[in-house]
Each structure stands twice: as C-alpha cells, then as structure tokens.
C-alpha cells in the first residue's frame, strides 16, 4: 500500500533551517510527483511547492523564492524539504503529498506531517 | 491566483441529516480539452493529514461512502454529506488544481448538532 512517511518533529531557532523528509513506499517513486503543504496552528492548508518525481523540476509559490528547496533521492525514494531563515510564522506542521495533478487527480496521498516550531 | 471561497465556515448538522458545504472559485476551473472541473474535496480529522474524498468535482476516490457527493461546474461547487455519521466530523477543504499554485478553500468545520 502506498506509504509517505516523515521525519520527527523539530524546534529551531529563528534564522534557523530545517529539512524535513518524506519516504515513500508501495508506488514508482519516479514515477509520480510530490508536493509539500503546511499548515500553521488552527489555520488552514497552504500548498507550498512541488517537485517532479523523476527530472527534479521544481517550482515553488512566490512567497518562499530564495528560502526553500525541494529535493529527491530516488536511491531511497525519499523527497526533502529545507526551508531557511526560519521566522515565528514559519512554524506550522509540513505535509508533503503525493501529487498526480499532470494525470487530473491532486493530492491522493499524505504523509503523517512533521511539527515545525521556531521559537527562542 | 485562483482564490477559493467556502461557505459556510462552520455548521451543526443533526445524525442521520444532510449537510451541504459550498465552494467558489474565483475564475473558471473547468479545462475545455476533456471537460473536467479540476476541483478536489478533502476531509481532515483533528490531529490527521488530509484525506482526498473527491477528485474532478465528482468523482469520489476508492473506499470513500457513497454518502459524499460532489457537483458544479465552473466556478460554482458543492460537496454533499447525505445522511451525517458521527465519523464525519471533520474540516472539509475545497481545492482547484486548475492553476498552479493549486489553492484551498478556507475549510468548513462540520460538527454534530
């Protein structure tokens, strides 16, 4: 069965970076994309970015340019998520989810989600 | 950006009862080559991830109760519960992934009267 799995929670630093990861099971890993999704403390979704399961082809919301990097080991089927200068408002928990939107259907499965604090 | 707009933000809904969500995009989603509203549905529980229920406005995803219903077109959209089960408390998100980026409804708060 189709399986994304995270990393533990973290607690940084404002100024701080953080990589999540997202190891996927049961699928191709190449053969699909995924995407990232945070969600801040009672708030709602907010879709982050994607990456391509297979070229590494990115693309990132404008809010985040210059501060976040997606990547894929397709060795281990695992795709990470580093986002840099941590803020306040940055804490959230991260969802990455696997993305079929080039095949009509969006985002069929998720990861547990992985609790970002950053805090002084 | 494609902004999404659900309503309401929250409602009470007795057992066995209906509840109807709605959701509006802010520019048609409905792609002309094969006549498709790209709109998912999906449910969160407290402490969950997202579950996908509903892809292309209508189509629910494998295992999902034929209790959840999706319909609209263009910019207008509804999920339908038709008969409410304590298991369906939940947030409910709305999502276009007409446009990139893809972009969530608000989310309504569904709770048992």
């Known amino acids: 069965q189709v399986q994304l799995v995270q990393s533990g929670a973290e607690v940084k630093m404002p100024g701080a970076s953080v990589k999540v990861s997202c190891k996927a099971s049961?699928?191709?890993?190449?053969?699909?994309?995924i995407s990232w999704v945070r969600q801040a403390p009672g708030q709602g979704l907010e879709w982050m970015g994607w990456i391509s399961g297979y070229y590494d082809n990115t693309n990132y919301v404008q809010k985040f340019q210059g501060r976040l990097t997606m990547t894929t080991d397709t060795s281990t089927s695992t795709a990470y998520m580093e986002l840099r200068s941590l803020r306040s408002d940055d804490t959230a928990v991260y969802y990455c989810?696997?993305?079929?939107?080039?095949?009509?259907?969006?985002?069929?499965?998720w990861g547990q989600g992985t609790l970002v604090t950053v805090s002084s | 950006d494609i902004v999404m707009t659900q309503s309401p933000d929250s409602l009470a809904v007795s057992l066995g009862e209906g509840a109807t969500i709605n959701c509006k995009s802010s520019?048609?989603?409905?792609?002309?080559?094969?006549?498709?509203?790209?709109i998912g549905w999906y449910q969160q529980k407290p402490g969950q991830p997202p579950k996908l229920l509903i892809h292309w406005a209508s189509t629910r995803e494998s295992g999902v109760p034929d209790r959840f219903s999706g319909s609209g077109s263009g910019t207008d959209f509804t999920l339908t519960i038709s008969s409410l089960q304590a298991e369906d408390v939940a947030v409910y998100y709305c999502?276009?992934?007409?446009?990139?980026?893809?972009?969530f409804g608000q989310g309504t708060k569904v709770e048992i009267k």
């Open positions: 520019q048609s989603v409905l792609y002309s080559s094969n006549n498709k509203n790209y």
């Open positions: 989810a696997r993305d079929q939107r080039s095949r009509g259907i969006p985002l069929d499965y």
């Open positions: 049961g699928y191709t890993f190449t053969n699909y994309d």
């Open positions: 999502q276009q992934y007409y446009g990139t980026p893809p972009t």
